[in-house]
């Protein structure tokens, strides 16, 4: 068992366990909390898998979006704090049974196939940035630009959905 | 490595089904968003394990994680902007009262 299995294994249960108590807890803060823990051990496993940009990049992305989530919970909803013992599930008994089902499919899809030869090392990080620098401006360019693209439509829709119209637009 | 393979995509099968289950269970956008941005996080740790020991040479891989993070964010931003119209106009964000929806 080497090192890398084992740290692999702890963040993995932990990002898993973590998923599981954003719906256990009835308090939103700690649901958008333990979220962002799921997202940060994520983060850990890029690093143990060696992929270091990937893994910063995923903890520094998902703290931000994490604290915006947190604000949104706050903002929007009933009983942020879980004091009320409110519900807020539905057809509790056909998710349970859809999550199953997919987590079994997945699994199977894990375990099923021959994955052939495995790797035993990877580029240093300095030459993982190099290479994806080089794909980013190269090969995948327009891929690039597209996301880039997408996410200033995005901004913009999402700015424009959320904004009052005042008198004059709303004729 | 066979076995740190397993492990990341085993992972990778977890979060997925807990992400299915929050999706479908929640009643709250916001807390529906969680459940999806799981599903997502789930589709990046296969990625990058895929990359890691299968294919550590091929930069390409690495992208298409950039890609997956684009669409988190992007979702992510689309909803919180649906999720204040929908506040400002009804008061809520319970999609159990958003029944006007199914047309």
């Given amino acids: 068992m080497t090192a890398q299995m084992v740290f692999l294994a702890f963040f993995g249960v932990a990002a898993v366990w973590f998923g599981i108590v954003v719906f256990r807890t009835r308090s939103m803060v700690r649901s958008a909390l333990a979220l962002l823990f799921s997202q940060t051990a994520i983060g850990v496993m890029f690093l143990v898998m060696q992929a270091e940009f990937l893994g910063v990049l995923q903890i520094m992305m998902m703290a931000t979006e994490m ?8 903002m929007f909803m009933m009983d942020p704090g879980g004091m009320g013992e409110m519900n807020m599930t539905h057809q509790k008994r056909l998710s349970l049974w859809v999550g199953g089902i997919g987590l079994l499919a997945a699994l199977a899809v894990v375990l099923l196939p021959d994955w052939g030869l495995v790797a035993t090392s990877v580029p240093s990080a300095q030459a993982q940035a190099e290479d994806l620098g080089r794909e980013l401006l190269s090969r995948s360019m327009l891929i690039f630009q597209s996301a880039g693209l997408t996410i200033l439509t995005a901004m913009v829709a999402a700015t424009m959905v959320a904004i009052v119209p005042n008198a004059e637009q709303r004729k | 490595m066979i076995l740190e393979l397993m492990i990341a995509l085993s992972v990778g099968a977890g979060l997925f089904g807990v992400g299915l289950y929050g999706a ?30 299968l294919r ?25 902007g649906v999720a204040i119209a929908r506040f400002r106009s009804r008061g809520s964000v319970e999609m159990e009262e958003a029944r006007e929806l199914k047309g």
Avoid: H
Avoid at chain 2, 69 to 80: H, K, L, Q, R, W
């Fill in chain 1, 67 to 74: 604290s915006v989530m947190a604000i949104f919970m706050v």
């Fill in chain 2, 24 to 53: 479908l269970s929640q009643t709250n956008l916001v807390m529906i968003i969680m459940g999806v941005e799981l599903i997502l996080a789930a589709a990046l740790v296969n990625v990058v394990a895929f990359w890691r020991y």
């Fill in chain 2, 56 to 80: 550590p040479d091929e930069p390409a891989a690495q992208m298409f994680a950039l890609i997956i993070m684009v669409v988190m964010a992007v979702e992510m931003a689309v909803a919180f």
